[in-house]
């Protein structure tokens, strides 16, 4: 979560651009084998600039997992 909107503020776009790259860092920093091409590509539309294109996170979460 973004540090402003810890500390209760509105969030902004920032705040997501924050998120997504604390999930890169965690993501790439914590990996043991290459990312599969699935994963690759759910991960590129999640940083789409249109906001229907982007994966929901809970179906992003459970490609992770699989």
Known sequence: ????????????????LYSLAVIYYWLFSHMTSPLPRSISRELAAACSHVPSHRPNPMVLENKLKE
């Open 1 to 16: 979560m973004a540090p402003e909107v810890l500390a209760g503020k509105s969030s902004r776009m920032s705040s997501d």
